[in-house]
């Protein structure tokens, strides 16, 4: 087991957290809530079951595996604390990114971008590459501390609002929003094995939601 990031996309307060933990329960996976934030969740799980989430959630953006945290921000700690992480698992080549989500600190992104992927060329070996890296390591900071690690996967989250009822090939003023039916289905902790009803299917806009066996979470993604 270990512990993954679960990115929330941010637009509802409480929606991601009841969809993840709906996800966990309809799939029958172990995984331990360790903490949650306002944007986040960290579980302690393995790599399947957070693969397997990413296939079904739509709203959360994507996760990493958590290689270091920390509860305020100092620029030499975290740079140590990166330093001295194994980073055997990164691939041929690499980028860092550094994003701040919902925090107050200060951060200047391009440059603990440079450090950490000059630390991660040092130590690995590997080279830079912005465009189509085999490895991502993002350096998230949030309200309440901040946590680096690699990324995992993307959820279907851009593969739901695809399906948006203006890109349907039939459309109805009261059509729900494709991201908020996907959410209902998911809330409903439905599985493969099991039957979905929906007795006001309208233009099947449920029934049609993405498939979890469909899908892939290898893309990197774009932000």
């Known amino acids: 087991m270990s512990l993954y990031l679960f990115l929330f996309s941010g637009e509802h307060d409480m929606a991601p957290f009841s969809e993840l933990n709906s996800i966990i329960r309809a799939e029958g996976l172990k995984a331990k809530i360790l903490r949650r934030g306002k944007r986040y969740v960290l579980l302690d799980c393995n790599k399947d079951a957070v693969k397997r989430i990413l296939k079904r959630a739509c709203l959360t953006r994507y996760a990493i595996d958590v290689k270091g945290s920390g509860s305020s921000y100092d620029e030499k700690t975290l740079i140590k604390?990166?330093?001295?992480?194994?980073?055997?698992?990164?691939?041929?080549?690499?980028?860092?990114?550094?994003?701040?989500?919902?925090?107050?600190?200060?951060?200047?992104?391009?440059?603990?971008?440079r450090d950490l992927g000059a630390i991660l060329k040092r130590v690995t070996g590997k080279?830079?590459?912005?465009?189509?890296?085999?490895?991502?390591?993002?350096?998230?900071?949030?309200?309440?501390?901040?946590?680096?690690?690699?990324?995992?996967?993307?959820?279907?989250?851009?593969?739901?609002?695809?399906?948006r009822p203006s890109r349907r090939p039939m459309f109805h003023p009261s059509s729900m929003d494709s991201i908020c039916a996907h959410l209902m289905v998911n809330l409903s902790e439905v599985?493969?094995?099991?039957?979905?009803?929906?007795?006001?299917?309208?233009?099947?806009?449920?029934?049609?939601?993405?498939?979890?066996?469909?899908?892939?979470?290898?893309?990197m993604p774009s932000s």
């Open 81 to 113: 604390e990166f330093g001295d992480v194994n980073w055997n698992s990164v691939g041929k080549s690499f980028c860092v990114r550094v994003s701040s989500i919902g925090s107050k600190v200060k951060v200047d992104s391009l440059k603990l971008q």
């Open 127 to 163: 080279k830079v590459d912005l465009e189509r890296p085999d490895t991502v390591i993002y350096c998230l900071f949030f309200d309440d501390g901040y946590f680096f690690g690699e990324f995992v996967g993307e959820s279907i989250r851009k593969d739901v609002l695809l399906r």
């Open 191 to 219: 599985s493969e094995s099991r039957v979905f009803m929906d007795p006001f299917c309208g233009i099947c806009l449920l029934y049609t939601s993405p498939s979890p066996r469909d899908l892939s979470t290898s893309r």
